[in-house]
């Protein structure tokens, strides 16, 4: 059964930093691009950031580019995201998802398996 399970959220202050963790067991995913992914109230969901196979290659919601880095680790099958200098509108549930595919994707509907989320809070 393939599980991913993300941790590191909380409640953070306007301008902090939180780092997102995510951990995938029941398959690799060393060829698979992973992504970030966040949905706030009443909202959709909506891309943060996606990284390729490798880590060659990342993409950034425009309105987090600067601010986030999203990064891998093959050997633990395992992705994050370091937040920075982070807004009151950063506050969403932060969910990991792999792709089947090794370059990243954009688009909800091209990742296939997602973690249950972890709540981001940033108090202005």
């Known amino acids: 059964q393939v599980r991913m399970v993300e941790s590191g959220g909380g409640l953070v202050q306007a301008g902090g930093s939180l780092r997102l963790s995510c951990a995938a067991s029941g398959r690799t995913f060393s060829n698979s691009a992973l992504g970030w992914f966040r949905q706030a109230p009443g909202k959709e969901r909506e891309f943060v950031a996606g990284i390729s196979w490798n880590g060659g290659m990342t993409y950034y919601a425009d309105s987090v580019k600067g601010r986030f880095t999203i990064s891998r680790d093959n050997a633990k099958n395992a992705v994050y995201l370091q937040m920075s200098t982070l807004k009151s509108e950063d506050t969403a549930v932060y969910y990991c998802?792999?792709?089947?595919?090794?370059?990243?994707?954009?688009?909800?509907?091209?990742?296939?398996?997602w973690g249950q989320g972890t709540q981001v809070t940033v108090s202005s």
């Open positions: 998802a792999a792709s089947m595919v090794p370059q990243p994707q954009r688009a909800y509907s091209m990742y296939q398996y």
